[in-house]
């Protein structure tokens, strides 16, 4: 039996009052299509750090995009720094795939110990089929009880005849047999990785591979996918580099970092690609001051970002607040983890959301967007980082560990034209007001080099010229002006992602629009109409166009990864909800799949 | 003044560099003097306006940003040195100097002092020395004597030896090491001149009195005296000196010849170059 998974192309409803704005990639494009169900197969492989499954997983993702597949890949590991356990993820199918789904079709097996520590992520069914050597002894109760099907995969014997043949590339040949991988995309990707490791690496692995698929011959072929014809131009990406896109299409040219879990390899992968753009990245001391010399860089005229995690925004809260009331547009980054204090450093929840709109002290405005997907992070970064421009404000991107270390095969995004334009003051500067009180809120900033602006940025509150002032006119008149640019801005449609249409709604946010999307068009198929809206902007807050998302929505689920339930507490303070209210939330790092949102929708009617 | 004028910075003098905002500080602060060595040396060394800024922190010396006509930044409470460094790394055409108290410097943002030393970042960094916090009114800072009983929040001492700024700034790599006395405006202003001028990160301790808090600082006009040694760039020879010194010998103590930190920047490539290596 295949496992299905339905299409997450969902019909949107575009809201006609909207200001057009510029392309940016968009569901909306993909909303014309109707609804398909198309297949998916989910696969797992463990073993411990060394046993190569990563490298397995990552190959046959390529080799499946190469093979006309989308699909994602995510990594789970261990707490230790080498070696312990590791859980290679992928989810194919031949249309796009944007949550990891609900359970596991097929899971190699390389050792037990490693593959119980992922007991709790890695649900099978009877219909799953689980492929282990014997000689690992007997199975563990999670897999017997699950009933999955067993397959017994002899290493030994089939790298017989292999000198240095790995288990790996046996596994990854076995998988691309059983999902019906044209072989050559497999040694396609192999040639191109081991280029440079010479001809008896190459034959070692060839050899595996092929083992793999003759043995694949004689297994079960209900898992063959059909591939299709995908889009022209397609991208494998990472969440994390995708925000390091973004970042840099929007116009970034200065980044200062601190590493941390799982934020570093946005800013790895800033280093020399930055470089070669004429930017600047700079390793600092700790988060105090990769901020401010963010800070520093944005004063001097360049669009700015930093990344963190949870501890590191902590770290940062005090200068978010220089950022707000001086003025000096930023853009921190922070991929959440599981908290509090160090947390959970390599696994997702949805628990920074406090911190991120609260966390400020002092009234202090700013903008804060989520990515909901491996290819929004490219859109959301891009557009946070024109709205912290444009605004002269600091912007903070919620993004997550699920979304920032899965790779994804997306449509290659398209360039939207946000791009950081900053009001700078320039020409005749007599009598120049740095902070002049303007209908807008938004105050033309000298550049440093620019004769006459002269003017000194402030974090104690101040005069229009940028003096400190402790008078109650000056403090009211700027708290209005900073409140107000936020306020008059323009977000047009970005605010939130809304699909579908329906009596009930599901509310969410981040990475738990993947699986609500996936939810919401099962619940469709099933005849139950349902409408999703994803925030994608969390501050300032979008009463009135929340309002009109809600009319004639009569139930909403809100679906959240959150102990707290955060993000349910911040609609019912800045929203109106409606009476019937459901909230599915839980803590991370366990993922909420398509399927309990949709037995909570299921459930409701 | 016509907009060439000031884009040349000819013959700009002192008092071209301040503002017309009134200091808070108290009659006899020894900071108002160190104002005028920043205007002095600024003038000498002929800069623009626009392509100057002062970045601080906060305190009563972290104010002189306001005071002068320059660009400047007056940030958070021990940061100015990350702040000044992100600045002069986006902006390399610019002349960068950090000033702020050793409170805001050496306690605060003490990590932030001994990385900036070490990155050797072109910067120069004023300290106002006053061995007190004078913002919060009168308590023990990184370099007050451990037997100082002035402050209610230590009643006893700090019984904490001192930082030694200097002896740190050397160990951790400062290319230009200098102290001076807030009595000396001209001999602060000479230093300015020569840590701006010398590459990479000059560090200037001067030693400015906090009649408030510190009244008996009025007496350091007896004790300090000019060092009647040429400066060194033997790290070993300006570690003994500043080791063996009583905290009050001005002049330049260490002239190190490390290269700044250059970023590594090429327009080698476009964007979409680097998209490419995404594609399938
Ligand atoms: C995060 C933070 N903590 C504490 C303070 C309070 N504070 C303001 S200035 C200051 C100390 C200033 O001492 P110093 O840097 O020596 O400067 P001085 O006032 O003596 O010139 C302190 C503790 C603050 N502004 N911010
Ligand atoms: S309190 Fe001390 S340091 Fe502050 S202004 Fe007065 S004299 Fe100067």
């Known amino acids: ?605 | 003044m016509t907009a060439m004028e000031q884009a040349v910075g000819a013959g700009l003098q002192p008092k071209d560099y301040k503002s017309d905002y009134k200091p808070i500080w108290c009659p006899g602060c020894g900071d108002y003097s160190v104002l005028t060595s920043i205007t002095k040396a600024l003038s000498v060394l002929g800069v623009a306006r626009e392509n100057a800024a002062v970045v601080s922190g906060i305190g009563c010396s972290s104010r002189i940003p306001a005071y002068t006509s320059l660009y400047g930044f007056h940030g958070v409470h021990g940061r100015a040195l990350a702040l000044a460094t992100g600045l002069k790394i986006a902006r390399p055409d610019l002349t960068v100097l950090v000033t702020g108290g050793d409170g805001d410097g050496f306690s605060i943002g003490g990590n932030h002092f001994l990385h900036a030393c070490r990155r050797n970042v072109d910067l120069t960094y004023i300290v106002m020395d006053n061995q007190v916090y004078g913002m919060t009114k009168g308590q023990a800072s990184p370099t007050t004597a451990s037997e100082w009983e002035g402050s209610k929040l230590t009643p006893h001492g700090t019984g904490v030896s001192p930082f030694q700024p200097l002896a740190v700034a050397l160990a951790a790599g400062a290319n230009f090491i200098a102290r001076g006395y807030a009595g000396d405006p001209n001999g602060v202003a000479r230093l300015i001149v020569e840590g701006v001028q010398h590459p990479g990160f000059s560090f200037i301790q001067v030693l400015s009195q906090c009649v408030t808090y510190r009244a008996e600082q009025r007496e350091w006009r007896s004790r300090v005296r000019p060092s009647a040694k040429e400066p060194t760039a033997n790290a070993a020879r300006a570690s003994r000196r500043i080791l063996d010194d009583d905290g009050f010998t001005t002049g330049i103590f260490y002239l190190g010849s490390r290269p700044p930190y250059q970023p590594v920047t090429a327009t080698d490539r476009t964007l979409a170059d680097i998209e490419q290596r995404f594609v399938i």
């Open chain 1, 1 to 605: 039996m295949l496992s299905t998974a339905e299409s997450t192309r969902a019909s949107g409803s575009s809201e006609a009052n909207e200001p057009s704005e510029p392309s940016r990639p968009s569901r909306a494009r993909k909303s014309a299509q109707d609804t398909r169900v198309a297949s998916s197969v989910s696969i797992a492989l463990t073993g411990s750090g060394g046993s190569g499954v990563m490298t397995a997983g990552q190959m046959l993702l390529d080799a499946a995009a190469r093979g006309g597949f989308q699909g994602m890949m995510t990594r789970s590991l261990g707490p230790q720094i080498r070696g312990g356990e590791a859980e290679a993820f992928l989810r194919l199918s031949a249309s796009e795939v944007t949550c990891p789904g609900d359970g596991v079709d097929i899971l190699i097996a390389f050792d037990w110990t490693s593959t119980e520590r992922f007991a709790g992520e890695i649900s099978l069914k009877p219909s799953s089929l689980v492929l282990a050597d014997p000689e690992l002894g007997p199975a563990p109760a999670m897999i017997t009880g699950s009933g999955a099907r067993r397959i017994d995969l002899p290493l030994k014997a089939l790298l017989a005849g292999i000198p240095d043949g790995r288990p790996n590339m046996v596994g990854l040949g076995i998988l691309a047999g059983l999902i019906g991988l044209p072989e050559d995309s497999v040694l396609a990707v192999l040639n191109r990785m081991l280029k440079r490791k010479g001809a008896e690496a190459l034959a070692a692995s060839t050899a595996g591979i092929q083992a793999g698929y003759a043995a694949a011959a004689d297994m079960p072929a209900d898992f063959r996918l059909t591939a299709a014809k995908q889009a022209a131009s397609r991208w494998n990406i990472s969440g994390n580099e995708a925000i390091g896109v973004g970042a840099l299409r929007g116009g970034v040219r200065f980044v200062a970092a601190y590493p941390i879990t799982p934020a570093t390899e946005i800013l790895e992968w800033l280093a020399p690609n930055l470089e070669h753009l004429g930017g600047e990245l700079v390793q600092a001391e700790d988060e105090l001051a990769s901020i401010n010399m963010a800070v520093g860089g944005s004063f001097g005229g360049l669009a700015t970002l930093t990344a963190t995690s949870g501890p590191g925004l902590a770290l940062m809260i005090e200068t978010l607040g220089l950022s707000v009331a001086s003025e000096t547009p930023l853009v921190v980054v922070n991929v959440q983890r599981g908290g509090p204090s160090t947390g959970i450093p390599t696994k997702s929840e949805q628990s920074d959301l406090n911190i991120a709109v609260y966390g400020l002290h002092g009234d202090a405005p700013h903008i804060v967007t989520a990515t909901n997907s491996v290819a929004d992070c490219v859109f959301t970064a891009q557009w946070s980082v024109y709205l912290a421009e444009a605004l002269q404000s600091p912007a903070i991107v919620l993004t997550d560990q699920l979304l920032g270390q899965t790779r994804a095969i997306i449509e290659a995004p398209e360039g939207a034209s946000f791009v950081a334009r900053r009001e700078v003051a320039e020409g005749d500067l007599e009598n120049y007001l740095r902070y002049a009180v303007t209908e807008s809120g938004v105050s033309p900033m000298a550049i440093p080099g620019t004769p006459g602006g002269e003017y000194v940025a402030d974090g104690l509150e101040h005069t229009p010229r940028g003096r400190p002032s402790s008078q109650a006119e000056d403090h009211l008149t700027q708290l209005d002006k900073r409140n107000r640019k936020l306020e008059l801005f323009d977000y047009g449609k970005h605010w939130a992602d809304i699909e579908g249409d329906g009596e009930i709604a599901v509310v969410t946010w981040g990475s738990c629009t993947g699986p609500a999307r996936e939810a919401r068009v099962r619940a469709e198929a099933a005849g139950l109409k349902v409408k999703l809206i994803s925030l994608r902007l969390l501050a300032p807050m979008q009463t009135a166009r929340f309002e009109k998302a809600l009319k004639g929505v009569k139930k909403v689920l809100v679906v959240e990864q959150s102990h707290s339930q955060q993000f349910y507490h911040y609609l019912r303070a800045h929203y109106d909800l409606p009476k019937d209210v459901k909230v599915l939330s839980r803590p991370g790092p366990l993922p909420i799949r398509p399927a309990h949102i949709y037995e909570r929708l299921a459930d409701w009617s």
